[in-house]
């Protein structure tokens, strides 16, 4: 074979073997890539076997979301409880699908119930604005007061702020009330125990603070005296 057509042979066999070598390896990373993208669409068909429930309790305005027991039923059998959160949240997570019903409770307020819940794989049940817990009248705590100025009249149209004294001293403002045209005003509780401060003010008023330290279910009476500020 003449020396020309040796060296073609060479080189031809040298570019075959170099892009077999080359076609191996993108192979190769090819399945590595692809492994992770599988795994990745196993684990998802995975998760998406159970669904998620969540919602939001609302109550009245100067009462507390926080708290409320949640359990989640089929039927009347209990299949989990949760409690809401400071901003009256809930969820249930990884819940196997089927019709569920919910109870809530709380002291001082009605018991909630909701049912036909359906709760379908891989999907989430919203409940946000369907949760509201109505003031229990007969075990509730009611804070009824009246606002006087310093010749002991009526005082309407004050500004009565509330507010929570915690363990620590330190204070939680609640709720607020303008005093009606005979000077009173009215705060619902939930009937746990705890020290409540009340603060009245008025234009041209000093300020004027009463705590009422609430034990349970009853009716609690306030009167603050309004006296001009000092110039």
């Known amino acids: 074979m003449p020396h020309a057509a040796r060296r073609k042979t060479g080189v031809t066999m040298f570019r075959r073997k170099f892009f077999q070598t080359l076609a191996a390896a993108l192979l190769s990373l090819s399945l590595i890539g692809a492994a992770p993208s599988l795994a990745q669409k196993k684990s998802k068909k995975q998760s998406a076997t159970t669904g998620y429930l969540s919602g939001r309790v609302r109550v009245d305005a100067g009462l507390s979301a926080a708290g409320v027991s949640v359990r989640l039923r089929q039927g009347d ?7 809401t959160n400071s901003k009256g949240e809930f969820e249930f997570r990884d819940v196997a699908p089927g019709s569920y019903g919910l109870t809530l409770r709380k002291a001082g307020l009605q018991v909630g119930r909701l049912e036909n819940l359906e709760v379908r794989a891989g999907q989430t049940v919203s409940l946000k604005d369907h949760l509201f817990l109505p003031v229990d009248e007969g075990s509730i705590a009611f804070i009824k007061g ?5 010749d002991g009249r009526s005082l309407p149209g004050a500004r009565v702020e509330l507010a929570r004294v915690e363990p620590d001293g330190s204070v939680k403002k609640l709720d607020s009330r303008v005093s009606n045209t005979t000077g009173s005003f009215v705060f619902k509780l939930t009937p746990e125990r705890a020290r409540y401060r009340l603060t009245a003010k008025a234009d041209g008023m000093a300020e004027a603070s009463q705590d009422v330290n609430v ?3 009853a009716i609690y009476r306030a009167a603050l005296n309004l006296k001009p500020a000092s110039k």
């Open 146 to 150: 009246s606002v006087f100025n310093s």
């Open 77 to 83: 059998s209990e299949v989990a409880e949760t409690t």
């Open 215 to 217: 034990e349970g279910a």
